[in-house]
């Protein structure tokens, strides 16, 4: 009897404790401390997320020989076992090697995601017409000859109205004019995620750009944008990742 008392009242401290933690932090924050997701990218990028915050991972210990699901050009491949060595080697649980082809992540963890395919287009008139508007209000000096120009239309904010992103850059280009790397939101109105300008004497300092992933963390159905920021030569590339925040995008993590 007195264990059953005992248990009794155990269990009422701790649920008292729960109730009290959710109410002084809110349910996500509460939820955020025992919540964790890790993201490995093939530009070598590692990231996780740990009480709400994306932080580099740094300890080899943390990815390598992991089970991770393991996604390529946006389809899952399978869970595997990670080994990073300059690039990313998969093996199965008898270290049998698995080849792939393609852009790479990979995710564990115990908080809920899903990641988005989508397809890249080339652009139209309208588009045209519409990056040409967007870079004069940035002051920017548009240029026919663009070394990228993509889009990609999808609801990125749950509104079930489609958003349009576009990735626009005249870097790596010869002709003699102001180099620019733009990436924008048209969503009822312009939302730049980034822009790089500079002299054509700077070009090789830039990237660029590209939409690489789509993910939706938490399954809110407000998708997280991680970009690709290529560079010149040997400078290789870095990934960085937007998250809306107060109804915008704002960049969470990388370069």
């Known amino acids: 009897m007195k264990n059953k008392k005992a248990i009794i009242i155990v269990t009422s401290i701790i649920g008292v404790y729960l109730v009290l933690a959710v109410i002084l932090f809110g349910w996500d924050n509460f939820t955020n401390k025992f919540q964790s997701l890790y993201i490995m990218l093939d530009s070598g990028d590692k990231w996780v997320l740990k009480d709400g915050h994306f932080k580099d991972v740094e300890d080899d210990k943390e990815y390598n020989w992991k089970k991770f699901d393991v996604y390529v ?8 076992n990670l080994l990073y060595n300059n690039i990313w080697y998969l093996f199965d649980d008898n270290r049998n090697s698995k080849s792939y082809g ?32 967007v870079l004069k209000s940035e ?20 509104d079930s109205k489609e958003e349009t992103i576009y990735a626009i850059s005249n870097v790596f280009t010869s002709e003699p004019n102001q180099k620019f790397s733009i990436v924008f939101i048209d969503n009822d109105g312009i939302e730049v ?12 300092e830039m990237c660029m750009p590209k939409v690489k992933f789509i993910i939706d963390i938490d399954k809110d159905l407000k998708y997280e ?18 998250k809306i925040k107060n109804n915008s995008y704002k960049k969470f993590k990388g370069c």
């Open 73 to 80: 050009n946006n389809q899952l491949l399978g869970n595997y």
């Open 225 to 242: 944008i991680i970009t690709e920021c290529t560079y010149f030569s040997v400078m290789g590339s870095c990934d960085s990742l937007y």
């Open 139 to 158: 002051n920017i000096e548009y240029t026919y000859n663009l070394s990228y120009k993509k889009k990609v239309t999808l609801d990125v904010d749950g």
């Open 193 to 204: 995620l980034y822009k790089d300008v500079k002299k054509p004497s700077k070009m090789y």
């Open 102 to 133: 393609g852009s790479l992540i990979a995710i564990r963890g115990n908080k809920k995601y899903e990641v988005i395919d989508f397809q890249e287009e080339d652009l139209n008139e309208e588009d045209l017409k519409k990056v040409k508007n």
